[in-house]
């Protein structure tokens, strides 16, 4: 919340004389930019939906849906209330407050896709955090909206204290000699190319950081990690829990919640496997159905919170609602 909406509300309130505002603003979060953020409860732990920004596609097709009659897409779109010519996909950052720890899941893109997104570390100082302070991150794969804010635009560690997970798997993959890109459908493979060697530079460069884990590896006592393939061999559902109560971040499983909830096969254009991309999304998608878990959506619409719910021979994606901001 910005200083001068808190001070207009406390006016309205008719309690301003009654308030040490110095002390009250001190420990005030900071708002530089008055970029929004999400707090809410899971158990015994504080979480934070923070924005990186979002992603603008000026077309729809062929990165959802590629070889799907675009009539079938367009219906869809439409029915949902959703432009058929472009798309945004929300970049939102899972925060983690648990004891002495800040966590978060994935960085964002850094300073490299322009001035709509590499706003994690303005929107953690609207939410009162420094980069200091960020004791964890998980890597949910390697792809550069997802690692690239480890590093600031001069190549140095982003968040200086913090040490990095990121799967086996994952890590493999990026710093062979080569990566395997023949199941994309991803048709520029020379922009792939160069996507993994800005990868391989960054855990290279955090190597003295870096963490790797195993599928089912659990940390700090709130964080359970799943592999869950296809959209790159490493790629990572993290499952964060407390007090009986669970939340899966399921990254970059699903790109659209009007397109892929209901057809997991159609996929995505960046899926390193598109075929066991497809299979892995129905077969998460069915799990979190069935269990009714809660669900962070990296790339859904902001704050990416909902749920799960079997739809016929699909999915759909119910999301959450709040009766104010916060």
Known sequence: MERRSLLKQLALAGIVTAIPFRKLLASAPLAPTGRPYHQFKLGDLELFTITDGFLHFDHIQPDIAKGVPRKQV??????????????DMS?????IKHLN???IIDTGVGGSYGKDSGWLQSSLADAGISPDSISDIVISHGHPDHIGGVLT????????????HISRIEHDFWM??????????????????????ATKNTLTTIKPKLRLFEDGDKLFDCIRLEIAPGHTPGHTVTHIFSGGEELAHVADLVHSDVLLFPHPEWGFNGDTDLELAAATRRKVLAALAEKGSKVFAYHLPWPGIGHVR?????FEWVAETYAIPG
């Open 74 to 87: 367009d219906e869809l779109l439409v029915k949902n209330f959703r432009p058929v010519n472009e798309m």
């Open 101 to 103: 720890k800040f966590i």
């Open 153 to 164: 635009k001069e190549g140095q560690p982003a968040f200086p204290n913090a040490t990095v």
């Open 176 to 197: 062979a000699p080569t990566q395997d890109f023949s199941k994309s459908t991803f048709e520029n493979k020379d922009l792939l190319h160069t996507f993994a060697l």
């Open 310 to 314: 079997k739809n016929g021979n699909g």
């Open 91 to 95: 970049m939102n950052i899972l925060l």
